[in-house]
């Protein structure tokens, strides 16, 4: 009995504990699916996570090619702008390249940098290089001599680089400058191709973008155009400096013919001073001897030998006045002219000019008229010199000035001078004469001049007269209707007295 | 008699009278005869075997270390062509200069002991502050080397160092000693004295999506990554765009997205640029990548970048505990330069602001920068980064 109840309670007890163990079974497998579903979830949000990761990636990769591309171009631009303003402060072609050589280097970051130029003789030339080795560069310019494709393609303005080249081009200037990526532009001018730049970098670390394609091609433009500007100004100083040099060569062809003239005007005045004295002595004794018959101690004279002698007389006379002028302009030119300075009343001077000439006026019935400042002060001039140009130049108005004319004498006063102007209603004076006016002997050819005699050294003397007195003398004049000349005499005394010296 | 410092930059056409004026300038400005120690960076623009006769000419055969940079980083500007030399003198700060050649021929262990050896017999018997090396950056497996210089010089004792670079062709960096030009070598000096060293380093880049672990890696190169080729980590990210990573090696792909290596004990992770992709779908690094190591793409812009510089500063300014330093050193990876581009020296200007505008800055644009990664236990270990800013600092 006891051992059936106790296999009985064995059953039970063993049921139990198989429920019980069922039961915490049951429990577990609910944990363990709770927690491989949490596991699973865990691993999936993982993967979304790596998935957002991925996709940040990606973003990132993009805003940092952008922000380098940004970057690049900021710095190309500053760059660009450093080396233009270096290149563009100067106009000689060396400087530009020297200057060049240092920023390219240091400024725009690549490792190889080259600037080839056409010389005059359509060689090419390298003017500024950085990275190459020498016989790099005689490898590049021969390859670039003997196959033109490349030139001819960047003549027509393209600019080449490794992001946008076609590959046979790419491949091409890839190994004839041993790099891995590249830039080259065309250095144009108005004129067409004058050459090219390259810049490039062998580092696969150091790729080119778009960005430095357009860097280059502005910068090739700069440069294109700096050295048009410092050709265009060579041209101009080259050519300035040949005006120079011809200037300078007629300067000194002139100051030699002018020297010779001043030879030859001193000659021609010592010559004339010379004949002129040995023409006065035998002058004064032609004239005595004629004053002489004419008295009739050594006789009497008839009628006719008597007109014949005082036509002598007045001959000798007139070449007595000629000689004198002569005279008178040869000491003034050669500054042997003894000037008697002294104080002046300018305008008593004009009134006795006008007593001593009014017979001849009122012949002609000339209307005479004056018109003198009042301030004017007392002169400092030697009177009589001053006063054969007053006659010079009055007597000549009377003589130019047609029946009931007037003639009319002007004194201003300014500053440092007086102006005089002797007017005339005369028959004027054509301007080609105007020029001649003033030249020893020239005659004006009028029908006045035709029947009157004159020397024509009046003028000139006149001129001289006033010259000495370190002032000046011209005319205007307009035909039919009238002349003027004019003179100007300084006021102050030291003016005077420079001019004296000077000429001494 | 007082630390003195001159620091002096050329960048004339003619490579001797860069050297000279360099080195003139440096020495100007140095105000004494007496020199201690001269660095010098200079871009591959000039020879070296051509200007370091110059310099060491000129600064009386000072001795002298230094290597090739992408750019000169000075305190005013960052130079991209240029010779730039720094010259000490002080009675303080003591420096014992070696050099090792043939390195990629030799036990990297060993020829690391010898450089290490023969700059601690250089430096005398002096309070050690730090180790500072230059070596050829094409040599892609820096770990042995390393391990020999920790070895001499102990384990938590700072290892700063950087790769020589070039002009981006990864093909003409040297190092300098004396007025040697060198390649395939290493050119150190152990700086100490009576002086305090403070180093900081980061990068200033983050973990992007999912963890993966590299299944095979041997040495240098990744070959699978979660099963699968190890270029399909970037092709699942980059898509079509990362067929670049094979055309344009070193290119911007492999700056803006390196990979980032987890290091157990590290706040942050181990940058490792993608400098070449096999046939087979491998990724080559610059140095090992252990295999089982959880690997990250990761991802960076400028702003975190100038942001690791100023935590770098820090974390050196910190650890000089409040002394003002006489000079600042910045090794800076190449990368960078080429990712901040425009606003690079804006970076510099963030490290001035940290130790005032009137210390010094002399700094290089390196391939590989070595320094001891940001760890718990600092100082501990050096390693060969990618995409870091190193900032030295000498009090």
């Known amino acids: 009995m006891d051992n059936t109840l106790f296999i009985l309670l064995s059953f039970v007890l063993l049921f139990v504990i198989i429920v019980v163990f069922a039961l915490l079974l049951i429990k577990k497998s609910d944990t363990i699916s709770i927690l491989t579903g949490t596991l699973n979830k865990l691993k999936t949000s993982f993967n979304d996570l790596d998935e957002q990761a991925k996709l940040i990636v990606k973003t990132d990769l993009e805003l940092n090619r952008a922000q380098e591309e940004l970057d690049k171009r900021i710095g190309g631009l500053e760059s660009l702008q450093k080396i233009s303003r270096l290149i563009s402060t100067t106009l000689d072609e060396d400087e530009i390249f020297h200057r060049l050589d240092i920023a390219l280097k240091s400024d725009l970051g690549f490792e190889k940098n080259l600037i080839l130029i056409y010389d005059k003789e359509k060689r090419i030339r390298v003017r500024s290089e950085d990275g190459f080795s020498q016989d790099e560069l005689r490898f590049i310019v021969s390859n670039l001599e003997k196959d033109s494709s490349l030139i001819a393609a960047l003549g027509e303005g393209h600019t080449f680089s490794s992001v946008t080249s076609p590959a046979q081009r790419k491949e091409l200037i890839v190994g004839l400058f041993n790099v891995e990526h590249f830039v080259i532009s065309p250095v144009l001018t108005q004129n067409g191709i004058i050459g090219m730049m390259f810049v490039g970098n062998r580092s696969n670390a150091l790729s080119i973008t778009e960005g430095d394609e357009e860097l280059i091609s502005i910068l090739a433009n700069q440069i294109g155009q700096s050295l048009e500007n410092a050709r265009l100004f060579e041209q101009v100083f080259t050519s300035s400096q040949q005006l120079e040099t011809k200037i300078q060569d007629r300067t000194k062809q002139l100051a030699t013919a002018l020297e010779e003239v001043q030879k030859i005007s001193k000659t021609k005045t010592e010559f004339i001073s010379a004949v002129s004295h040995e023409l006065r002595t035998p002058l004064t004794s032609i004239k005595g001897y004629a004053a002489i018959l004419m008295t009739g101690k050594l006789g009497a004279i008839p009628d006719e030998v008597k007109a014949r002698l005082e036509k002598i007389n007045t001959h000798s006379d007139n070449l007595v006045k000629l000689i004198n002028d002569l005279l008178d302009i040869s000491r003034i030119e050669s500054g042997r002219a003894e000037m008697n300075y002294g104080k002046c009343n300018l305008l008593a001077m004009i009134e006795n000019i006008n007593d001593l000439l009014t017979p001849q006026m009122k012949e002609k019935n000339i209307t005479w008229k004056t018109e003198l400042a009042a301030n004017i002060p007392e002169m400092f001039l030697d009177s009589s010199q001053i006063e054969r140009v007053f006659i010079n130049l009055v007597g000549n108005a009377v003589k130019f000035t047609p029946i009931d004319g007037t003639i009319q004498i002007k004194a201003e006063l300014d500053a440092e001078k007086v102006t005089i102007t002797v007017s005339d209603t005369g028959i004027g004076i054509k301007e080609e004469d105007i020029l001649k006016l003033f030249d020893e002997f020239y005659r004006v050819e009028n029908e006045i001049n035709l029947n009157v005699k004159g020397t024509g050294l009046g003028l000139p003397l006149a001129k001289k007269i006033v010259e000495a007195h370190n002032g000046q003398l011209w005319v205007t004049s307009i035909v039919t209707e009238g002349t003027n000349f004019h003179f100007t005499l300084p006021t102050k005394k030291e003016d005077v007295i420079k001019k004296e010296s000077l000429e001494t | ?395």
């Not at chain 2, 900081?200 to 095979?216: F, N, S, V, Y």
């Not at chain 2, 803006?256 to 400098?275: D, S």
Request: net charge negative.
């Open chain 2, 1 to 395: 008699m007082p630390t003195n410092i001159g620091i002096g930059f050329s960048q004339d056409r003619d490579v001797e009278l860069a050297a000279q004026s360099a080195a003139f300038l440096s020495k100007s400005n140095l105000g004494t005869d007496k020199i201690d120690f001269t660095l010098v960076f200079s871009t591959v623009h000039y020879p070296s075997q051509q200007s370091l006769p110059v310099i060491r000419k000129v600064l009386n055969n000072t001795k002298l270390i230094g290597c090739s940079t992408a750019g000169v980083i000075l305190s005013d500007s960052i130079q991209a062509h240029g010779i730039g030399v720094l010259t000490v003198s002080s009675d303080d700060i003591f420096f014992g200069t070696g050099s090792v050649n043939d390195i990629a021929s030799q036990d990297p262990h060993q020829a690391a002991s010898f450089l290490a050896k023969k700059s601690l017999s250089d430096f005398g018997q002096h309070n050690r502050g730090t180790f500072l090396f230059f070596i050829d950056g094409e040599l892609k497996n820096n770990s042995s080397f390393l391990k020999g210089l920790q070895d001499i010089f102990g384990n938590v004792f700072p290892i700063v160092g950087a790769g020589s670079s070039d002009d981006f062709l990864f093909e003409n960096s040297f190092q300098c000693f004396e007025d040697k030009s060198l390649n395939d070598s290493a050119v150190g000096t152990l700086i100490g004295g009576n002086c305090h060293v403070g180093v900081g380093t980061r990068h200033g880049w983050r973990p992007l999506g999912k963890p993966r672990i590299i299944d095979e890696s041997e040495g240098n190169i990744i070959k699978r990554i979660d099963g699968q080729k190890a270029i399909n980590l970037y092709e699942s990210y980059l898509g079509q765009d990362a067929k670049e990573l094979q055309h344009n090696k070193r290119g911007a792909l492999a700056i803006l997205y390196p990979l980032g290596i987890h290091v157990e004990g590290t706040k942050e992770y181990l940058l490792k640029n993608a400098i070449d992709i096999l046939p087979d779908g491998s990724i080559v690094c610059q140095g090992d990548v252990p295999r089982g190591s959880e690997v990250h793409i990761m991802i960076g812009n400028k702003d975190s970048c100038k942001q690791a510089a100023v935590e770098a500063a820090q974390e050196a300014q910190n650890a000089l505990l409040g002394k003002q330093p006489k000079l600042i050193l910045i090794i800076e990876s190449m990368a960078r330069l080429k990712l901040l581009g425009r606003s690079a020296f804006a970076e510099i200007n963030q490290i001035k602001e940290i130790f005032g505008h009137s210390v010094p800055i002399f700094g290089m644009y390196s391939n590989g920068e070595i320094s001891p990664f940001q760890t718990i236990e600092k100082f501990k270990h050096p390693h060969l980064l990618n995409e870091s800013i190193i900032v030295l600092g000498i009090a």
